[in-house]
């Protein structure tokens, strides 16, 4: 077997993969043993895969390639959500492309064209997860709606109601007009928008001539005030509290309020009070026992029965009447103007809260929802994050956890729409009768008086009176309750299967940031509420990829980098490659395509290091490698001895890295060893070795350079599957996957600090060497003199390893000198106590090198003067994007620089010549 000339990594990852799942190698090995369980972020059953997909999975796959190669019984559970909002919405635009509704087609017609979409079309992410070289266990994929997970979610209500921790009340909560639904506080983004502050006279009711000054961003809802409310201490409005007020356009006669919670430096320090439509107003009407009227519908337009209904008239609600709340609110203030109400408008930044699926504004509304009663299910979960049972990485995101945590309020958990977990509760049309009406098509409305019978099966009667004829709440369940139980539920909870019993607690959750509330903390709450136990031990949470410039992806930036595209055109590795290199802790990634093109570089150098040790090891097997352990041997050149020394170094930090979730230093040190150290100065070392100009056993030689390149493809695998599978299959025949071999573990004993330090020293000498030469521009294949000035031990040292100086730096001939008068006219380094010289006259033609460096000079002379003209133009500054400037700034710095270089090099030249004179 032999390895192609060029690496194809599109030939590779389908081949390997395949044979992957067809051996079954994702499945956890059998037996007792140690465990690392990991249950996959569920990414949403309409999603496609994007950056944070793909830097969650790689890191994800990066822990247990790692863990399973340790020796660990490793389960990761695949697996998608069911996304009830966003996938009800991707069906019904489909539905309305055929010029249909839902309502139209029927909930149980509707929920069939859904699930045939999520056959269709809804595992597409999952596809593209296996591009990306996941090592999922396939066999137990789950979905938040299949079969086993509706029961655990079934029994995690019941027992929720059974403890007193669920119910069903009439409260303000967050409504989308667009979605039609209640949102939980969570699913509300609230973002910072330019807007209006209207100053409206308020009249009092017995003395119109007297008027309080309110200042509010939304006029529409005052048709919905119920009260004034100003604070307690301020003295400009002392005399008025006691008094009622006429609203104005309604003409309702509301009381005026004193109430702590006013800011009296907020507008006029008068604030209107509408409990059905702000959630500050809500908790001040049921201090003060207010009326709660809500105006809008479901749709957000204004509900003249709300006012009918409670024997409001006059000719104000026909004129209002199906109005949209934004129209409202420009006839509203139109009308206003015209009363002679509004005092002043000015301008008003505020944050509005939006839809976190559709970005419609969302509205405080009035209705009946599931609620779970949180506070005891919080508590918990805090101590066991300050106890440490759970570790949140990095640490500093513990304390948005608890800030969060601690101000948690009853979450909603019911929506309302049709594709999700129907809620498990009925009602009674003999009981309830007055609280169930019917809506066609077989939809109900339930009142917000109505009584729940809650049970984990269609009951067949009421328990009450012992009806037949039960209503199911149309509701369904908010899509994070399921993925809440997602740790246990896809082990098979509620039955206590092997599964459950083997790899619960699971090891690590991977995650972003933007769902530690959504999701995590759930999950830490259901975790401890119906297992007795932590749902994972550590949580990491990753930054999000950026693009080079630092900015959001998004469409419509058009800086959306296609994961699937990147490694189609760069291969897998090198992408998960560069994840990880940039994944440091704490820190977003900012991707940029020559970073990918970069690592591709590094896994081609890889492949071709892989050649050479295939072309030199000739007839010595790998079992002969594996079992000989050549680098294990007493009596190791002095090369040998530091690689030896580097790599069990290298194994260590590696480790180390990998085990705190530091997966950048974990990538940077073995591209640092596998490139720098194994391909740039051991390679090339080990060729003096291999054709017997240094005493060495060549055949040793070639064992060692096998031996090595096993541990690095051992080392690298978890970062780059497929090419190190691809190379190590080509090293022996017959041989089990490289993702069942152990991990290298270091060897302490192999560590020389001062091999080490002594190669150090070597590759200082030659790396100045090499400088020496291309600030000379000397001729690469020329051979130069080179004379050594220093300590006697370093000289000696040089001198004992002159065969490797002279190859690395292309020395011709060495002079040695522990004391005595320096050359002149020589290029001059100093490593350490060591002075190196190159004599100029042996490198290069001193008159034309000079020639060469005046004109170079005034080259770049030009350049740098032309870059500052534009740096010094201020329409340049104001008007440029701050990218562009970026780029002349760095353009500057690197001319000046090379300037300055530039003219160390004449200085040399021209003192060479006059001492040569």
């Known amino acids: 077997m032999e390895l192609a000339k060029a690496y194809s990594h599109k030939e590779v990852e389908s081949k390997w993969y395949r044979r992957w799942i067809d051996s079954g190698a994702f499945a956890p090995a059998k037996g007792a043993g140690a465990y690392f369980s990991v249950v996959i972020p569920p990414p949403n059953v309409t999603g496609s895969l994007h950056m944070g997909h793909a830097l969650n999975n790689t890191l994800q796959d990066i822990l247990c390639r790692y863990k399973r190669m340790d020796g660990y019984r490793v389960l990761w559970v695949p697996g998608t959500d069911h996304a009830g909002i966003a996938t009800q919405n991707v069906v019904e635009r489909r539905l309305a492309e055929q010029g249909l509704t839902r309502a139209q087609v029927g909930r149980a017609k509707f929920i069939e064209r859904v699930w045939a979409w999520k056959e269709e079309a809804g595992n597409t992410i999952l596809r593209q997860l296996r591009a990306l070289g996941v090592s999922c266990d396939w066999q137990r994929e789950r979905f938040t709606m299949d079969e086993g997970l509706s029961r655990a979610v079934r029994e995690a209500f019941v027992r929720l109601w059974e403890d007193g921790l669920l119910y069903r009340a009439e409260r303000l909560i967050n409504w989308c007009p667009r979605c039609k639904t209640a949102l939980a506080d969570i699913e509300v983004v609230h973002e910072e928008t330019d807007g209006h502050l209207w100053h409206i006279r308020y009249p009092l009711a017995d003395d119109p001539s007297k008027a309080l000054i309110v200042a509010t961003t939304r006029p529409e809802t005052m ?35 004193a109430d702590s919670y006013v800011d009296k430096e907020f507008g006029t320090g008068a604030l209107k009070i509408t409990p059905g439509h702000d959630f500050n107003d809500f908790e001040i009407g049921e201090r003060f026992g207010l009326e709660k009227i809500s105006i809008f519908d479901a749709d957000a337009k204004i509900d003249a029965a709300a006012f009918l209904s409670r024997g409001e008239g006059g000719e104000w609600i026909e004129r209002y009447r199906g109005q949209d ?42 209705t009946p929802q599931w609620f779970v009663a949180i506070k005891p299910l919080a508590e918990p979960a805090m101590q066991v994050v300050r106890d440490g049972r759970i570790r949140i990485i990095p640490e500093g995101w513990s304390n948005s956890y608890f800030a969060w945590m601690e101000n948690i309020k009853d979450w909603t958990i019911s929506r309302q729409i049709w594709w999700g977990h129907q809620i498990p509760a009925w009602y009674c049309k003999s009981c309830d009768a007055a609280n169930i009406i019917e809506a066609g098509g077989g939809e109900y409305l339930l009142g917000k008086e109505a009584h729940p019978i809650v049970a984990r099966g269609t009951p067949e009667s009421c328990p009450k ?9 149309p509701d369904v369940l908010d899509t994070w309750f399921s993925s809440g139980l997602w740790p246990f539920s896809t082990l098979g909870w509620p039955e206590q299967t092997e599964d459950l019993k083997a790899f619960y607690p699971t090891s690590t959750l991977v995650t972003g940031f933007d769902i530690l509330f959504f999701w995590v903390a759930r999950m830490i709450m259901m975790g401890l509420k119906f297992m007795g136990d932590v749902p994972f031990r550590d949580v990491y949470i990753h930054a999000l990829v950026r693009d080079e410039q630092g900015q959001k992806m998004s469409k419509s930036k058009g800086n959306v980098i296609d994961p699937l595209d990147i490694m189609n055109q760069y291969g897998t590795d090198a992408f998960r490659f560069t994840l990880a290199a940039m994944a440091a802790m704490g820190r977003d990634i900012r991707l940029a395509e020559e970073r990918i093109a970069g ?38 050149n002095f090369a040998e001895r530091w690689i030896r020394s580097r790599l069990a170094t290298t194994i260590a930090q590696a480790r180390e890295a990998a085990d705190a979730y530091r997966f950048n230093d974990y990538a940077n040190v073995l591209y640092q060893f596998t490139w720098h150290e194994f391909c740039d100065w051991y390679i090339e070392m ?34 780059m599957p497929f090419v190190t599978e691809e190379i190590w299959q080509v090293l022996g025949e017959n041989r089990r996957s490289i993702m069942v071999q152990a991990y290298p573990r270091s060897e302490p004993a192999w560590i020389d600090g001062n091999s080490e330090k002594q190669m150090e020293f070597l590759m200082g000498v030659v790396r100045a060497v090499r400088n020496l030469r291309a600030e000379m521009n000397c001729p690469p294949g020329k051979e130069v003199k080179a004379i050594f000035h220093g300590p006697e031990a370093d000289l000696a040292f040089l001198r004992s390893q002159e065969p490797y100086l002279r190859l690395l730096s292309r020395v011709g001939a060495a002079e040695y000198a522990i004391s005595g008068e320096r050359p002149k006219g020589a290029a001059t380094a100093v490593i350490g106590a060591t002075e190196i010289y190159l004599p100029l006259g042996d490198l290069i033609n001193l008159d034309e090198e000079r020639a060469r460096l005046t004109k170079e000079i005034r080259k770049f002379e030009e350049e740098f003067s032309r870059v500052q003209k534009k740096l010094q133009n201020n329409d340049f500054i104001s008007k440029a994007k701050e990218e562009v400037v970026r780029k002349e700034r760095e353009k500057a710095g690197q001319y000046e620089e090379k300037i300055r270089t530039l003219n160390l090099s004449l200085t040399r030249i021209e003192k060479a010549q006059s001492e040569r004179s």
């Open 223 to 257: 048709l919905g005030d119920t009260a004034v409310a100003i604070h307690p201490e301020d003295e400009r409005y002392r005399e008025f509290i006691g008094k009622k007020i006429r609203l104005p356009i309604a003409g309702r006669v509301i009381p005026l309020l």
């Open 325 to 366: 709340r934004f129209a409202a609110r420009k006839l509203i203030v139109a009308e206003l103007k015209e009363k002679g109400c509004l005092e002043k408008t000015e301008p008003y930044r505020h944050a509005i809260g939006h839809c976190y699926r559709c970005q419609t504004v969302v509205e405080p509304y009035l």
């Open 465 to 473: 009176c012992g009806g037949k004829e039960l209503v199911q709440d």
């Open 599 to 636: 690592y591709q570089n590094f896994v081609n150098k890889l492949w071709n290091a892989a050649r050479f040790v295939l072309m030199k090891r000739s007839e010595v097997s790998v079992t002969e490698v594996r079992s000989d352990r050549a680098l294990a041997g007493a009596d190791l």
């Open 686 to 719: 080990s060729k003096l070795a291999l054709n017997g100009t240094v005493v060495a056993d060549a055949d040793r030689s070639r064992r060692i350079l096998a031996e090595l390149l096993e541990q690095i493809l051992l080392l690298l695998h978890p970062l």
